[in-house]
């Protein structure tokens, strides 16, 4: 394995020599960034000074990535001086993270240009080095107002610097700053690599807590304004925004916030991510990790196949590169459990044909599934079931449910996240759906279920088990080996084609007895079916019959004269006392209404289409009635 567990690491040349960097910051590109670092670096070129350029976009996006491939398309001419947020907020240092980093830059100034900082420029550093020092001795930082506070000062650094305040003082520095660099600049022109410009990259501002990010660039913003400097910030929007949120309250942040980014940055960049290449880039960590090969004798995936890869990843986990990383980590420790695992034998004794593809992309799912909602994964897996599927689609299905408020609470577009998850489960049904019908099997879940088996997210059992509806049925077919045996099977595949079967918000319960199934909409009881020896079959349904059939006779089916079969009947409307009778029996199941179904086969033989139909009709105005639906 090349990579065995990714880490985050993005992007870094390992050697200066420009055209290697290059070279391996193209091969590093799976995002396609490349060209964006190309046009960065050209601006950066020619762009007038001072310029501050803010790449924007969400932790782990790509920004560090992008700055490091700005850097081996930087000439000579343009030093580059790095200053990492994030090393100057550990240990306690993010109290004086403005300050830190003011001083910080001054030491890397003088690292990286010991030898142009000499004679008056060498005064100057050490001036505006003495002052940073002082304030960082003597400033006390409290939530409120920055205060003063001198009392341990020794008496030299009193006398040295007078100040009245920091704001003064950092306008001092700024001044220092500026000569100092209008003497690197100067200096460098009597040597054989002159400069014209000197370029920061501050990264990782979004990695430390928001208010301080603010504050970082609160203490930073007069320097942006320094002549011959190019300021480049990796930064999230939204981190900032927060800061201030937190520092100046929600309203003023509202009303203010956008507007001090602006003042700030002159370049907004926003990082690409809407152009990434998810396909390209998840299928070549798969092959880096050998997770998939492009020659792989098990099979292997085709451009369809990446493309749903992505978009189970853009649904999910999202688009950000590190996200992506962390689940085909995952999907690395899963692939060390289903070679070392038992699925050769589960697959065995349950005769379910092992698809390489299908299986690379329901482990996928999961995974997705399992890193972005844990609490939808836990209750999918529970029941992990074509009514599950269905039912993990329906808008109001998840706002019934109770783990949904959790995940609500982390985001601040609810119907964006439902619609996630509603395509989400969408394309798994498409994933599922081997013949193309629009319905899943028992036979087509089987693979889903064997991986959840082998993966020990789910127990055997579930593959031991034919489905609710599925086993009824072969129950009810046995108790009609004889008589009505055609008209059953006829009404299975009339009632299978109705709304009692098609409709995905339908889930579908077995009774421990197994003598009937329940259908359950809107997690209540609507019906049930019941088969025993004694009494073969029986429809159910929970309301009351004369209330049915008034409320049906308000839109009555419409019969044509051949719906009349032989009976001679010539009634316009269908009669629905017939059929919709009071039940008085005792048996098993539930419901005080009984649908006559053979009574109703009787009245109009089911070998006439047209009476096909019709019974379909009559099946679904009940069901839209009992779901008050149409």
């Known amino acids: 394995m090349k990579k065995l567990f990714m880490n985050d690491k993005s992007f870094e040349p390992s050697s200066n020599i420009k055209n290697i960097g290059q070279k391996e910051g193209r091969a590093f590109d799976q995002l396609q960034l490349y060209d964006y670092a190309k046009t960065l670096q050209i601006f950066i070129r020619n762009c007038e000074t001072p310029m501050t350029i803010g790449l924007q976009g969400d932790w782990g996006i790509g920004k560090t990535t992008l700055l490091n491939m700005v850097r081996v398309e930087m000439i000579e001419k343009h030093p580059i001086i790095d200053f990492n947020t994030w090393q100057y907020s550990l240990f306690g240092q993010d109290e004086y993270l403005g300050l830190s980093a003011v001083n910080a830059m001054l030491n890397l100034i003088k690292e990286n240009f010991g030898s142009l900082i000499k004679n008056d420029s060498s005064d100057i550093w050490n001036n505006a080095s003495k002052k940073v020092q002082t304030v960082l001795k003597s400033v ?3 939530l409120g107002p920055v205060t003063l506070d001198t009392s341990n000062l020794v008496e030299k650094e009193k006398s040295h610097i007078p100040f009245d305040d920091i704001s003064e003082v950092m306008k001092n520095l700024k001044n220092d700053f500026q000569l ?10 009597k040597t054989s690599s002159p400069y014209e410009k000197i370029v920061f990259f501050i ?8 208010v301080k990010a603010l504050e970082l660039l609160e203490s930073l913003k007069n320097f942006f304004d320094v002549d011959k400097c190019v300021f480049v910030l990796a930064v999230d929007y939204e981190v900032v925004q927060l800061g201030m949120a937190e520092k100046l309250g929600v309203d003023l942040q509202k009303t203010s916030g956008k507007s001090f980014f602006d003042k700030i940055i002159n370049l907004p960049f926003s990082m690409p991510t809407q152009s990434y290449s998810l396909d390209k880039y998840i299928k070549q960590l798969f092959v880096e990790n050998e997770l998939a090969s492009k020659e792989d004798k098990r099979g292997s995936l085709k451009d369809a196949d990446w493309k749903q890869m992505s978009e189970i990843s853009s649904v999910t986990i999202g688009k950000n590169p590190r996200s992506i990383k962390r689940a085909v980590n995952y999907m690395y420790v899963q692939k060390i459990l289903r070679d070392n695992g038992n699925i050769t034998k589960i697959a065995k004794n349950f005769k379910i044909s092992i698809n390489f593809i299908k299986d690379v992309k329901l ?7 399992q890193i972005a909602w844990p609490e939808l994964f836990s209750y999918f897996v529970k029941n992990p079931s074509v009514e599950t599927i269905n039912n993990l689609e329906d808008w109001e299905f998840l706002d019934s449910l109770s783990d949904m408020k959790k995940m ?4 601040t577009d609810k119907d964006g996240l439902k619609s996630d998850i509603s395509d989400f489960f969408d394309i798994l049904y498409d994933i599922l759906d081997e013949n193309d019908d629009g319905k899943i099997g028992h036979d087509e879940l089987k693979p889903l279920l064997t991986i959840m088996a082998y993966l020990k997210m789910t127990e055997i059992k579930l593959l031991e088990t034919e489905p609710p509806y599925l086993e009824f049925t072969k129950n009810l077919k046995n108790n009609f080996r004889y008589e009505n045996r055609n008209e059953i099977i006829m009404f299975l595949e009339i009632f299978e084609q109705s709304h009692w079967y098609q409709n995905r918000q339908v889930a579908i319960r077995r009774s421990t007895s197994k003598k009937f199934i329940s259908f359950i909409f809107g997690r209540k009881r609507i019906a049930t079916l019941v088969s025993m020896s004694k009494h073969p079959f029986k429809f159910r349904i ?16 419409k019969l044509d004269k051949a719906d009349n079969g032989d009976n001679g009947s010539n009634k316009l ?31 109009f033989p089911i070998k006439n289409p047209l009476n096909q139909r019709l019974f379909r009709k009559f099946l679904n105005q009940i069901f839209q009635h009992l779901t008050n639906k149409g």
Do not use: A, H
């Open 573 to 603: 409307f269908l009669d629905y006392e017939e059929f919709i009778i009071d039940y008085n029996g005792s048996q098993t199941g539930w419901g005080d209404t009984e649908v006559d179904v053979m009574q109703f086969f009787k009245k």
């Open 180 to 189: 100092l660099v209008n003497e690197i600049i100067k200096n460098s022109k």
């Open 408 to 411: 609500y609470e982390r985001v």
């Open 542 to 557: 929970g309301v009351d019959d004369e209330l049915l059939v008034r409320d049906l006779k308000r839109n009555p089916l």
């Open 140 to 142: 006390k930082f409290n």
């Open 203 to 210: 990264d990782d501002i979004d990695r430390v807590k928001p």
């Open 363 to 369: 482990r996928w799912s999961l995974v997705c599934l």
